[in-house]
């Protein structure tokens, strides 16, 4: 079994950052891609960032492009979204999630943590 807790959400206003944290437990994960989603009330979740941990390639919504960054610490078994110059449609609840296989899909990916809330005010 994979556990995956996020933290770091919070209230930010316009134009702010916050940095998200997803630790993950319970299973060896050199070779499992990590991602981030988000999903607003009343919408479906959508794909933000993913990076794979063994080479580090990343991934990114083009929403988010030079705005957001995806990194990893693997000795912390870590995955980090770095969100600058948020933007209130920014606002959402973001998942972290661990599959196989790289992509925007969330099909992709077998195991998901509990949400983090991240508030833009305008």
């Known amino acids: 079994q994979v556990q995956l807790v996020e933290s770091g959400g919070g209230l930010v206003q316009a134009g702010g950052s916050l940095r998200l944290s997803c630790v993950a437990s319970?299973?060896?994960?050199?070779?499992?891609?990590m991602g981030w989603f988000r999903q607003a009330p009343g919408k479906e979740r959508k794909f933000v960032a993913a990076?794979?941990?063994?080479?580090?390639?990343?991934d990114y919504a083009d929403s988010v492009k030079g705005r957001f960054t995806i990194s990893r610490d693997n000795a912390k078994n870590t995955v980090y979204l770095q969100m600058n110059s948020l933007k209130p449609e920014d606002t959402a609840v973001y998942y972290c999630?661990?599959?196989?296989?790289?992509?925007?899909?969330?099909?992709?990916?077998?195991?998901w943590g509990q949400g983090a809330q991240v508030t833009v005010s305008s």
């Open positions: 990076i794979s941990w063994s080479v580090g390639n990343t």
């Open positions: 999630a661990a599959g196989r296989l790289m992509g925007p899909e969330t099909r992709l990916y077998n195991f």
């Open positions: 319970g299973r060896t994960f050199s070779s499992y891609v």
